[in-house]
């Protein structure tokens, strides 16, 4: 089944530790994006890439890294400079012609301790 | 700045209730709105509206847009238990300034239908 899986679902960090959260897709899609989201907060954009090797910072980038070499995978790293990193992410991907409807994987919730 | 506000941010009703989730916005340029629905993971999606006063209806569900008053509800008739969830409105501005087609959400409406 076509879909976006994102790895781990559940991650522990200590302090001071990056870690680097998984986002692979098989929809053949060109766009994908990485969103935070908070309780109460809705969902708030980190970066997204709209094509393999480029990509933009959204409105929360500071503190976090991304990588697009392959079209189909697009991993996010939250490094030690992300003050606040406890939180659940989410992938999204989309066609770059067409409805702009996203679909999203089922997250990975970061816990720091 | 460009902002999507949805209220309430909660809401709890009981089982058969018929429930009215609003969304409004204020965005340099519109292209279309949607509306998801997440269970504790993945925002799956709903609905997308482009034109004003054409309902968009899945069985239960329906919604509206009203691009004169810049809101649309989200309507939910005889809910059930598996209604319970967040339901996030965002909206598309299109590839305008520097927005490239990226959405913006509102903080969501969280749901609870009690049995």
């Known amino acids: 089944d076509g879909g976006i899986t994102q790895s781990p679902k559940y991650l522990f960090r200590k302090e001071g530790q990056n870690v680097t959260l998984s986002c692979e897709q098989n929809?053949?899609?060109?766009?994908m994006y990485w969103y935070r989201q908070d309780p109460g907060q809705g969902l708030r954009l980190i970066y997204y890439s709209q094509i393999v090797n480029d990509f933009q910072k959204g409105d929360i980038a500071e503190g976090y890294s991304v990588s697009r070499e392959k079209k189909e995978s697009f991993p996010l790293t939250v490094t030690s400079a992300q003050k606040n990193p406890t939180a659940f992410y989410l992938c999204?991907?989309?066609?770059?012609?067409?409805?702009?409807?996203?679909?999203f994987g089922a997250g990975s919730r970061l816990t720091v301790l | 700045e460009d902002k999507v506000v949805q209220s309430p941010l909660s809401l709890v009703v009981h089982e058969g209730d018929t429930v009215t989730l609003n969304c409004s916005y204020e965005?340099?340029?519109?292209?279309?709105l949607l509306w998801y629905k997440q269970e504790k993971k993945a925002p799956t999606f709903l609905f997308m509206l482009?034109?004003?006063?054409i309902e968009k209806k899945s069985g239960r569900l329906s919604s509206i847009l009203d691009k004169k008053e810049l809101s649309s509800i989200l309507n939910i008739t005889a809910t059930q238990t598996g209604d319970s969830a967040i339901y996030l409105c965002a909206v598309d501005m299109g590839n305008y300034g520097g927005s490239q087609g990226n959405l913006i959400f509102g903080k969501g409406t969280k749901l609870s239908v009690k049995p």
């Open positions: 965005v340099t340029n519109f292209r279309s």
């Open positions: 999204a991907s989309r066609p770059n012609s067409g409805a702009n409807v996203l679909t």
């Open positions: 482009t034109s004003s006063g």
């Open positions: 929809l053949n899609h060109d766009a």
